[in-house]
């Protein structure tokens, strides 16, 4: 059975002050940020007494803006937007990713540190919110140029990260070089070799095996949970992807694996299907070879857009934000969209899917995958003592199958979407930890 959106009726919440969006916002463009605003207003019914403390969700604990300079090999200086955003810290220090994009701004870094609280909650990781960004297309930049960026922006929000303050990550377009690099700007700045201070590190300077997996294993573990609840068997079932990077890439191959039919990817350079499955080792092998998949032999070409009417059972947005909106979820055919991009779905978009009766496993549960591993990374190297690869997997399974659960029964108890559940979940959580500490001073 598939989870509508809430019910029209909702308890009423107990009365939180408002105040007035950030000044530093384009009000009429909230971007990403907006839509984090609405899944908050969403949940606040729900919170019953610590709804009280909601507005400390809605704005940042702290929001750094910075310039970052570098020579470039032609001898130009070139001069990049850079952000860090600590959302929340009451559960534990700031974590998340740092993005290197064209089209970073400030209202989704704020909105992706917003949703990292949320999820860090939903898994219970003692982690606050926290993300980062460079507004760059690395594809641009030679080696040289993209570490001199990374140093320097490191260099830059050093004051502000660590490994006991906020932890950054690999997102879209950085890796473990960039996290290699950013740990050792950190050592360098501070004296002292401080591997704890990001995780997605190479093996070999304190990286945890199974991290780079991490994201996608834990879209297929949700996949399969949710999965079992409305019926729908693995083997067999028909998937459709788009964004076959870290996300995406691994996700696939563990659905091929299972014996799905992984049969339209979609990414920035082109679509690609295959009724009959495509093979996903050999197109994994072609996207590490050329850059994306267009141009797989193994397929046909799918026209831009196309992919979210495909025939499917199961759709995995992977890529950016804000992909599922009006104008194209209705054309959705799949019976659960797994969320393996942060905010991939739009509010507008929910409700359509939820009213087609398409179970939405959101973001912040079906991707935290990743963020579970990086806690296990950084835990190995505060011990210096590191895990069997077997172990983590299993720990991570257990932890996203114990947190699918809870957001289910919580979904059941109050008859909303998963999303609003796992908000409700994850508020609870964050607020309550609000309360205990108090306000300072
Ligand atoms: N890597 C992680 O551990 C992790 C964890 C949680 C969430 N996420 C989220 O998952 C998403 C993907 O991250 P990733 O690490 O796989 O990044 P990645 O850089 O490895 O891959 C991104 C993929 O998206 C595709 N893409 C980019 N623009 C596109 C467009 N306009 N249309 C279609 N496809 C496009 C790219 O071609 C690529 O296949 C992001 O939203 C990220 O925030 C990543």
Redesign the pocket.
Known sequence: MAIKKPAAKTPAAPKAQTHALPSYLDHQHLGPWGVYLQQVDRVTPYLGHLARWVETLKRPKRALIVDVPIEMDNGTIAHFEGYRVQHNVSRGPGKG?VRFHQDVTLSEVMALAAWMSVKNAAVNVPYGGAKGGIRVDPRNLSQGELERMTRRYTSEIGIIIGPNKDIPA????TNEKVMAWMMDTYSMNTGATATGVVTGKPIDMGGSLGRREA?GRGVFTVAVEAAGQIGLGIEGARVAV???????GIAGKLFAEAGSLVVAV????GGICNDKGLNVPKLLEHVAKTG?VAGFKGGEALPLGELWGYKCDILIP????GQLTKANAGKVKAKMVIE???GPTTPEADDILGDKGILVVPDVIA?AG?VTVSYFEWVQDFSSFFWSEDEINQRLVKIMKDAFATVWQTAQQHKVSLRTATFIVACTRILHARELRGLYP
């Open positions: 990713g690999p997102d879209v377009n994201t788009q964004g076959f990077g870290n996300v995406g979609e990414d920035h350079t994306g992977a890529a950016l934000e393996g991009a942060n991707n990743g």
